[in-house]
């Protein structure tokens, strides 16, 4: 995680307090709520979703979140434990959280998890979003962006590889899928065309396809797809 999330609303910001709701069945059936209204939770919806306008305006009407629980309070098993901690696609449905370093922030809390299957919708209004435009480091280029005029209680954000691997667990949690992998040879993602082919990201045919074919026999091997 990284301090001071920026002016515009990121996937991966975690909010600080929040209300968190989970619905719970009892024996019976019927249909009940869990809320949370000073809970920490992670913003899970995709920046290309929360960057959406309609007429300048946000066109994003709700925002999904999973609820932040203290690592140590959840019975995993130590091979599971191993897993979350090292980064691992495995196991998809569940998000591991470093937050040693900001104790101050967190209450003392360092190690942190929530679930995929756990996520929740709070309507967008809550926090009511608005357009901003964020210029690059040049000043050359910009690209639209979405605030917030009340309840920002954003305290940390995922530093970039940690919202790669958010990405991929929900792409391969929801869907089954896997993003592009990253080439070990030459450090860019690619993409699996048919039989043996393989495309740069940049799409650029890949000479040493070899090396990806492997990567990918690989993911097999390790139960990653």
Not at 40 to 53: E, F, G, P, Q
Not at 105 to 123: K, N
Not at 211 to 217: D, I, L, M
Request: charged fraction near 25%.
């Amino acid at each position: 995680m990284q301090a001071s999330p920026s002016e515009w609303l990121c996937q991966g910001d975690l909010f600080s307090p929040i209300p968190t709701v989970l619905p719970m069945i009892t024996n019976r059936g019927v249909v009940n709520a869990s809320i949370h209204l000073d809970a920490a939770a992670i913003l899970l919806t995709d920046n290309c979703v929360i960057d959406k306008r309609v007429n300048e305006n946000p066109a994003v009407k709700k925002l999904q979140f999973a609820p932040l629980y203290e690592l140590a309070s959840r019975e995993f098993s130590n091979d599971k434990l191993e897993q979350l901690r090292s980064g691992e696609l495995n196991p998809a449905d569940i998000c591991y959280v470093d937050l040693k370093g900001f104790g101050d922030l967190t209450g003392g809390l360092e190690e942190a998890c929530f679930l995929l299957s756990e996520s929740y919708s709070l309507p967008a209004n809550y926090f009511k979003l608005i357009g901003m435009t964020d210029a690059d480091a040049t000043g050359d280029s910009f690209r639209t962006a979405i605030g917030m005029r009340q309840r920002d209680t954003r305290i940390l954000n995922m530093d970039p590889r940690e919202r790669r691997l958010l990405q991929e667990k929900l792409s391969f949690f929801w869907v089954s899928a896997l993003l592009e992998p990253i080439c070990d040879e030459c450090k860019v993602s690619v993409a699996r065309g048919t039989g043996t082919d393989w495309i740069h990201s940049e799409g650029e045919p890949v000479g040493h396809w070899v090396t990806h074919t492997r990567s990918y026999q690989a993911l097999i091997r390790d139960g990653k797809i």
